[in-house]
């Protein structure tokens, strides 16, 4: 018995040795899974941009010649995952931050969408040098202008991720615009630059958010005073939201006409609006049966109006992803496009053909961008800046295609970022200023809710003031910003080359 004791006892501190080591190395296992985390979206774009510049290099081949457009492509892809994880959360923040959407189906649905909208109805065809920013005649040579688009697509890309780093949402757009000026400049001087176009997009920083602003806001003050404040309200629901979906359904008929179908056919405003129109009546009779039949049982309050606007936000999130995808991406991807040109052809145009493959590599590396790096804007858009509720983001969604079509009308140059996130602000400030004109007519029976200290009164603003003036400050120094690193980049180029 007490040999066996004595065998016993060096067994049992075995175990227990080898329960302590095995509790270290599991410890450690957690702690490297914890600290490697945030390494995964990264390692899986640089795969991704690995795999751009290999793909290339199968489909170029490579001679020296094409090395060049090998390493476009490559930057091409950054600026793709940048689009993704900047640009495409203010069609989704909204819905998300309304709790329309999961983060995952926001997620897959934009990326379905944005993808979509890039390789089916993205314009075939693109302006080289961005809306006529920079004279094409005051470029020197092919290699010149070459050099001149990758610093563009180069400086962009990285104010892109600057931006989407600190949690501002900017226009990918305007960061290109940006890139190509201070490029244009820095290869040919001021003179190149077409400063009446630069000032009708300087003018847009403040038509694209005001405008966005006061439409969501108007749409806000006629869903409170037709159906919220409403005696009954899913009558008064029954007979408004068939109205605004199809409001709705004309505005993205028209919006997608006007400038999802490029590559199809070329329609006029005049054609876009009548075909809105068609669209518009025909999702008015399909949709009142429909919410008649939803509505039935649904209790007089608030939360069941929630119900019956989700399905219109789901939908009208997905069609501006589509929209962004056939619009913007061919604007983000056309200094790609224009180096493939020059380098095939040897020369350079005002507007050239965008190969498919440069198409792709802007539809998957929006998608992975979405996937990878999306949801930290999706939730400064969608429930930082103000508090979203599904009608307050319909009228959002709403805004975002009327300003479009209201803008195109115009003839302004305007931002599908400014646009949406300035409505966001709309809402937000209607609602500030909605909640203290209550409060002043109720004080006049109660004098003493007027008597608040002044900090309670900031507390209980709508709109988070330090994302308000964080996300204006970076509108406002987009293009500058990515002149300034464009001049700088081309400069190292040439430099390096020669």
């Known amino acids: 018995m007490g040999n066996g004791d004595m065998s016993e006892k060096p067994d049992s501190k075995h175990w227990e040795t080898l329960d302590r080591d095995l509790n270290r190395i599991s410890q450690l296992e957690l702690a490297t899974a914890y600290v490697s985390r945030p390494l995964v979206g990264p390692g899986i774009s640089l795969a991704f941009i690995v795999l751009a510049g290999a793909a290339a290099a199968v489909f170029l081949g490579g001679t020296p010649g094409n090395f060049i457009v090998i390493a476009a492509a490559i930057f091409g892809a950054y600026m793709a995952l940048n689009i993704g994880a900047n640009d495409v959360a203010n069609n989704m923040g909204p819905a998300v931050g309304a709790n329309a959407l999961t983060m995952g189906g926001a997620i ?3 990326a379905i969408a944005e ?26 040579t092919a290699d ?22 600190i949690g501002a949402p900017v226009s990918t757009t305007h960061s290109v615009v940006g890139g190509v000026m201070g490029a244009g400049i820095a290869a040919a001087g001021m003179s190149a630059v077409n400063w009446a176009t630069m000032g009708k997009i300087a003018a847009s920083w403040v038509i694209s958010p005001v405008l966005g602003g006061v439409i969501a806001a108007l749409f806000l003050a006629v869903i409170k005073a037709k159906v919220i404040y409403q005696e ?22 028209a919006y997608l006409a006007l400038k999802g179908l490029k590559r199809i056919i070329k329609i006029d405003l005049e054609i876009a609006l009548l075909i809105g129109l068609g669209f518009a ?26 119900i019956l606007f989700r399905i219109p936000l789901v939908i009208s999130a997905a069609l501006l992803s589509f929209a962004h995808g056939a619009n913007d991406v061919a604007n983000a991807v056309g200094p790609l496009a224009a ?13 050239v053909a965008i190969p498919t493959w440069v198409m792709v590599i802007g539809a998957f590396g929006i998608s992975f961008g979405l996937f990878l790096f999306g949801p930290k804007l999706i939730r400064m858009v969608g429930s ?16 975002a295609a009327i300003t479009v079509i209201v803008a195109s009308w115009l003839g302004l140059p305007v931002s599908s970022t400014h646009i949406a996130v300035g409505a966001v602000f709309g809402v937000g400030f209607f609602r500030e200023w909605h909640a203290e004109n209550r409060l002043r007519k109720f004080s006049l029976q109660r004098p003493e809710e007027l008597r608040i200290a002044p900090e309670e009164r900031r507390r209980r603003k709508l709109v988070r003031r330090s994302h308000f003036m ?14 300034l690193l464009s001049g700088v980049t081309f400069w190292l180029l040439t430099t390096i080359i020669r």
């Not at 009546?281 to 929630?306: D, F, H, W």
Request: aromatic letters at 8%; a positive charge; glycine letters at 4%.
């Open 108 to 110: 897959l649905i934009a």
């Open 144 to 165: 010149v202008f070459i050099w001149a688009m990758m610093a563009a697509l180069v400086s962009s890309a990285l104010w892109v991720n600057l931006a989407t780093w």
């Open 115 to 140: 993808s979509a909208g890039a390789l089916l109805a993205g314009g075939d065809v693109v302006s080289t040098i961005s809306k006529g920013i920079i004279d094409p005649a005051t470029v020197a």
């Open 281 to 306: 009546v025909a999702s008015y009779l399909i949709t009142k049966p429909l919410i008649a039949r939803q509505s039935v049982g649904l209790e007089n309050r608030n939360k069941s109006l929630k």
């Open 470 to 483: 964080t996300i204006v400050a970076a509108w406002v120094i987009t293009v500058p910003a990515a002149a």
């Open 384 to 399: 930082q800046i103000t508090k979203l509720n599904p009608m307050r983001a319909y009228c959002v969604s709403l805004s």
């Open 232 to 253: 009954d309200k899913i009558a008064a629901a029954r007979r408004w939201v068939p109205i605004l979906v199809a409001i709705m359904a004309g505005a993205f008929a």
């Open 339 to 351: 180096i493939v040109h020059a380098a095939e052809f040897g020369d350079f145009a005002a507007k």
